[in-house]
């Protein structure tokens, strides 16, 4: 015998799991699933879904297909949003709002590593997620000032690792990028890489309280002192990817999306962060950085100094802003001629 439904409204669906996940997970986790669940609530109002017992696969895949459009998304980013209402589904099952077993026919999109990497950006929520954690619980570490530097400058990893405590004017609020291939940092675009960086007030404070408390009191060896140090030395490329895998794994801030074992997987730790599935490399980082600086309205030009990047480049490979979000930018600039 069937369980009998209890009606109840989209709505009131998602902000009843929303505080049940708030007993159970982190408050990043709770906040992505509030920004993923509002566009279930948006096609729920748009088409006259008023009691969430209606549901159906069909409607489901519907959803799949708007949601994609809507938001012009990537399959990855597709992927992980189902994965977002799958879970939701499968608590109201357990509620007795949809039939039993309805999550299991939200289908999500294979993704493989080379897509995942190519178009991904990360959220502005997610990035600010990130930041808290690490600024509540690893303050001045080399894995936050690292993070921070490299979403607030949107730099190279090759260009953070190439920085000495000299680059760094506490005063200004700026960093100095500079071409040394002679002792071993070149830029990738050579000396027309060169240039100042503005920095802000916070991620000042972050440098400088990581270079006072934390950071090795090392050289290179070559007579110069690396702001991203180990206690060998200039910390090495393949140490800052991985800093930087790490510190994106949902485990490390939140909660683990892919009902895995903390303990026991595979993609824990340092050395196993590029094998986790929501793991993000440093160029990610720098495509999320251009793509959150365009969609604040910060000119192009600027941009394109501030990264080091053609306007060309940028626009085929960078700029990740969808159609949509294009256009309502442009509509601000427009609505008063």
């Known amino acids: ?44 109002a748009n088409n006259g ?16 297909l708007w949601r994609r459009d809507d938001g012009d998304l990537s399959t990855l980013s597709l992927r992980n949003q189902l994965s977002c209402l799958r879970t939701f589904i499968k608590w109201c099952e357990n509620v007795d709002a949809v039939p039993k077993d309805l999550h299991e026919k939200i289908d999500l999109p294979n993704v493989s590593r080379e897509e995942s990497t190519r178009d991904e950006v990360i959220s502005k929520e997610r990035a600010e997620s990130i930041r808290t954690h690490l ?45 040394r291939p002679e002792t071993g940092t070149p830029l990738k675009n050579g000396e027309r890489g060169e240039r100042f960086i503005a920095l802000n007030e916070r991620v000042c404070e972050i440098l400088y309280d990581w ?3 934390n950071r090795p009191n090392v050289d290179d060896g070559n007579g110069r002192k690396p702001l991203f140090a180990s206690t060998q030395g200039r910390a090495h490329k393949t140490t ?9 794994q949902p485990c490390f801030y939140a909660d683990c999306p892919h009902d895995r074992d903390p303990t ?4 824990k ?3 196993g962060g590029n094998r986790c599935p929501s793991g993000i490399d440093p160029h990610t980082i720098r495509r999320s950085a251009i793509t959150h600086f365009l969609s604040s309205d910060v000119p192009q030009q600027v941009i394109e100094d501030r ?20 256009v309502e930018q442009r509509r601000g600039y427009l609505e008063s001629i």
């Open 1 to 44: 015998m069937s369980t009998k439904l209890k009606a109840m409204e989209p709505t009131d669906a998602v902000q009843m799991y929303l505080e049940a996940k708030q007993s159970e997970a982190a408050e990043a986790t709770v906040r992505e699933h509030r920004y993923r669940l509002k566009h279930f609530k948006r096609w729920c």
């Open 49 to 64: 879904v008023e009691n969430i017992n209606e549901l159906d696969g069909r409607m489901l895949y519907e959803f799949r």
């Open 135 to 179: 600024y509540k619980f690893k303050y001045a570490s080399r894995e936050h000032t690292l993070f921070e530097l490299l979403w607030h400058t949107g730099i190279r990893i090759g260009t953070a690792r190439a920085l000495d405590l000299r680059d760094f004017d506490r005063e200004r609020e700026r960093l100095g990028i500079v071409h």
């Open 211 to 213: 270079i006072e408390t």
């Open 240 to 248: 800052l990817r991985r800093t930087v895998y790490r510190v994106s």
């Open 264 to 267: 026991e997987c595979d993609a």
């Open 269 to 271: 730790g340092y050395d």
């Open 307 to 326: 990264m080091n990047v053609s306007a060309k480049v940028l626009d085929e490979h960078y700029d990740k802003r969808s159609a949509e979000q294009k």
